[in-house]
């Protein structure tokens, strides 16, 4: 009796077990994976801007002062530096304002060139990793004009050993003033905004004084002592190009450039 009830007992698990393998009759479903959608970054759009936002033409340049500049613009600054025998000691002439520097034939010199229209909005340019340099040396900016793109390190130096203050007044960025000390040789500083053109001053010597324009691009350019400049890389295109001096005000043309050409563009600046 005993046996039997065990044998019986063995065929009902057995057939529990088996009926449990089987599971259903019906084949598992299974989950098709969802494709991603892609990310600003991998967009079409994005990388095709990426990819034209550069190009293979250049636009080379003279800028030229027309007319006589007032005595005031090219004054002497010894009378000012006086007070601090450590700048007048880096002269062996007269310091001259910085407000209009010509060349040999009236080129001039500090003027910021930039390609104010014409780049494709959705272009994206990489912030370059060397950072702009200014320098206070005998009491001045050098140099007195600068670009840079948009979160470029500006490194401000203070080559005098003398108490400075550097006082930034943009009309879009953030303004700073920061003081720096014989102990401080350096500052540095980004700006988040574009904008053209904004003056920067030293509030312990009235007669320093400088510029810097901030572009989300990199076509722009100062002239040197010759009034030359260039632009590289541009993309081929029509761009409106802006010329600034500080005593001279603006003047814009427009420029139809082509890929592998060098285009020459000359402005003429005059006292209005």
């Given at each position: ?215 989300n691009h990199p076509f722009f350019n100062v002239t040197d002592i010759d009034g030359k400049f260039e632009i590289r890389n541009l993309p081929a295109g029509t761009y409106d190009v802006k010329a600034w001096h500080e005593k001279l005000g603006t003047q814009t043309q427009a420029v139809t450039v082509v890929d592998g050409k ?11």
């Amino acid at each position: 009796m005993r046996k039997r009830f065990v044998a019986i007992v063995f065929m009902v698990t057995t057939v529990s077990i088996l009926i449990g393998c089987s599971g259903s009759d019906k084949p598992a479903e299974r989950r098709r994976p969802v494709p991603k959608r892609p990310s600003a970054s991998t967009d079409s759009k994005t990388v095709t801007a990426a990819v034209d936002s550069t190009g293979t033409a250049v636009i080379i340049g003279e800028i030229t002062f027309e007319g006589k500049a007032p005595k005031k613009w090219t004054k002497s600054l010894a009378e000012d530096m006086a007070v601090e025998s450590a700048c007048i000691a880096e002269y062996s002439d007269d310091p001259v304002s910085d407000s209009i520097v010509l060349g040999k034939e009236n080129q001039l010199a500090n003027v910021f060139v930039h390609i104010a229209k014409g780049v494709p909005t959705n272009a994206e340019y990489a912030t370059p990793s060397e950072p702009v340099v200014i320098d206070q040396k005998g009491c001045m900016y050098k140099p007195h004009v600068v670009g840079a793109m948009v979160g470029q390190e500006i490194k401000i130096l203070n080559s005098d050993g003398i108490m400075h203050n550097v006082h930034a007044l943009p009309a879009k960025n953030t303004e700073f003033n920061k003081a720096m000390p014989k102990t401080r040789k350096t500052y540095s500083h980004t700006f988040e905004e574009a904008e053209p053109i904004f003056p920067i001053k030293c509030d312990v010597h009235p007669w320093m004084g400088g510029y810097i324009g901030i572009s989300n691009h990199p076509f722009f350019n100062v002239t040197d002592i010759d009034g030359k400049f260039e632009i590289r890389n541009l993309p081929a295109g029509t761009y409106d190009v802006k010329a600034w001096h500080e005593k001279l005000g603006t003047q814009t043309q427009a420029v139809t450039v082509v890929d592998g050409k060098t285009h020459t563009l000359n402005f003429t600046l005059s006292k209005s």
